[in-house]
């Protein structure tokens, strides 16, 4: 859903981004440091309860994502390895992210419940994506599903960002209530998908054998 609005923030960022391939920096470097920023934010502000913090921190190097992309076609140096350098280090981000968000509810957020369900959105989230590049790797396509990593991203940080703000401008902590409604959301969501991508995959895997044992008769 939120992938038609990539090309607004590529012309946005384009111009950094050429200022960084001017100065020598690969796209690859580029991914690296978004990555460690995120990670950084989330695993250093999320536990001690600073939530706004740890948003706009993340915020500040998530556009990494788009920037590498574009600084890879711009300079003709679009690579396999860079395909998957990407792919990983992303992994390593989402996994930080929900992973503070457990810390935060083991911690300050005081609800083991709560923790569960972010653990449970980062281990869905990685089913999700290692479904697609396992039938992928198989040579059949995965890629449907109602929660697409752009928009579990964007959700997650909004809600977070937006319910400790209203927090710390006086709303109160009951406001924090519309993060865990974003994680149970994200849960089924992330579920959803997981089902949707199997049974997708099944579908191809019977017509791929099915055809198989044809040719073998």
């Known amino acids: 859903m939120l992938e038609r609005f990539r090309q607004f923030w590529t012309n946005v960022w384009a111009p950094l981004a ?9 796209p690859n470097t580029v991914t690296f440091v978004g990555t ?7 695993v250093i502000f999320f536990p001690q309860g600073k ?25 003709g140096k679009s690579s396999t390895f860079g395909a998957f350098w990407d792919s990983t280090l992303d992994r390593i981000g989402d996994a930080a992210i929900f992973g503070g968000l457990a810390m935060y509810y083991v911690g300050p957020g005081d609800n083991d419940w709560l923790a569960a369900l972010a653990i449970y959105c980062l281990s869905m989230g990685s089913v999700t994506s290692y479904a697609r590049a396992r039938a992928e790797s198989l040579n059949m396509q995965a890629k449907v599903g109602i929660a697409e990593r752009a928009d579990r991203l964007v959700f997650v940080l909004v809600t977070t960002g937006v319910a400790d703000l209203i927090n710390i401008l006086g709303g109160g902590e009951d406001w924090l209530i519309a993060v865990p409604i974003i994680l149970g959301l ?22 791929i054998d099915a055809a198989r044992d044809e040719a073998e008769s």
């Open 18 to 26: 050429n200022l960084f391939l001017r100065w020598g920096i690969s």
């Open 36 to 42: 460690v920023g995120v990670v950084a934010g989330a």
């Open 51 to 75: 939530l706004l913090a740890g948003v706009l921190f993340i915020t500040a190097f998530v556009f990494s994502d788009i920037m590498d992309g574009y600084m890879a076609r711009a300079s």
């Open 186 to 207: 994200l849960a089924v969501a992330n579920t959803v998908t997981v089902i949707q991508r199997v049974l997708v995959v099944r579908a191809q895997a019977i017509a």
